[in-house]
């Protein structure tokens, strides 16, 4: 009867077998150099990594080459806190590395309502850093969702505090501040771990089927201040010429009036020291003036002649020559 080759169990010192112990003595070494290659770990220059132990917080490791206890034991969770992370809202960048950057409902976020009822497109970006890498892990299940929200809620209650003209013109910077005044103290509140850098507000516009009415309404609003800015313009030309003429004038009036108050007061310091003359000697003073005056007046009267009053006729006196003027002109 023919025999059938029987299984092959060599054992320790026998010819052909092999040592079953010494292969799972290798086994188990290698097992224990692949868990502890996998305990290896690196933290980037700009990273923690947050250790736990069974699930729990035991501590954070900085920058560099790290171990931790392999198979299951520690895990590391490696958090960006030296990096500026941001969240956009209505729009969306290529090649973002934050899962939390972009969301699937961009246009649903960006359409609000402002206080006076009307709708606007509003896009922004919040920028943060991770301040508490501990309090960021646990405090919150979902971090970076529950930032999202918040900042949609504080910026929806922000711009409906505002008009329309606000929101698309001269309030965008006190929108940023409010915003980031009220995002900053909910996240401080609920222990978030985050600290909020910035609240920046980009795209604001009205909705695509009215944009063009809002235009047309922002250009009469720019003529309008074209028009005032003009109308300024010339009357801080006119003003200022009518305002110097004004005190030009004023000036030649006042002038005017001190001369005439000094010549007054010359003529009375004058005619005061006429009369202290006079008074001192009266009938010589008189005189004096009489003669003063005739000496004025007479050259300026031309040929006169004077009679006595005790003449009784002229005709005798109508013989004299003529003067001199008159006889040059009479001469041919």
Do not use: C
Not at 160 to 172: A, H, K, Y
Not at 179 to 194: E, S
Not at 273 to 302: D, F, H, S
């Amino acid at each position: 009867m023919a025999e059938f080759p029987r299984p092959f169990s060599g054992s320790r010192g026998q010819p052909g077998g092999f040592d079953v112990r010494g292969l799972a003595a290798l086994g188990i070494v290698a097992m224990v150099i692949a868990g502890l290659a996998r305990g290896v770990y690196t933290v980037g220059p700009e990273s923690v990594g947050v250790v736990q132990r069974f699930g729990k917080y035991v501590g954070t490791a900085g920058p560099g080459l790290r171990f931790k206890i392999p198979f299951g034991i520690d895990t590391v969770t490696i958090l960006p806190v030296k990096r500026q992370l941001k969240m956009e809202f209505g729009f969306g960048s290529a090649g973002a590395t934050n899962l939390d950057q972009v969301s699937g409902e961009q246009a649903k976020e960006s359409d609000m309502v402002t206080g006076d009822l009307n709708a606007a497109h509003v896009e922004w970006v919040v920028q943060y850093e991770i301040a508490d890498p501990e309090a960021f892990l646990f405090n919150m299940r979902e971090p970076g969702p529950t930032l999202r929200d918040l900042a949609e809620s504080v910026m929806r209650e922000v711009v409906g505090d505002r008009t329309v003209d606000e929101v698309l013109t001269i309030g965008r910077q006190g929108i940023e501040t409010d915003a980031i005044g009220r995002l900053t103290a909910l996240v401080q509140d609920l222990k978030m771990g985050l600290k909020v850098q910035q609240v920046q507000l980009k795209n604001v516009h009205p909705p695509t089927p009215v944009q063009r009415s809002f235009d047309e309404v922002n250009r009469a609003q720019q003529e309008r201040e074209q028009m005032i800015n003009q109308a300024n313009g010339e009357y801080n030309k006119v003003v200022p010429r009518a305002s110097g003429e004004a005190e030009r004038k004023l000036r030649d009036a006042e002038g005017y009036a001190l001369k005439r108050v000094n010549e007054a007061q010359g003529d009375v310091a004058r005619f005061t020291a006429l009369l202290e003359q006079y008074e001192k000697a009266a009938e010589v003073t008189r005189r004096r003036l009489y003669l003063e005056t005739m000496a004025e007046i007479l050259p300026n009267l031309g040929g006169k002649i004077i009679l006595d009053e005790d003449a009784s006729q002229f005709l005798p006196l109508m013989n004299l020559p003529a003067p001199r003027a008159a006889a040059g002109r009479s001469a041919p």
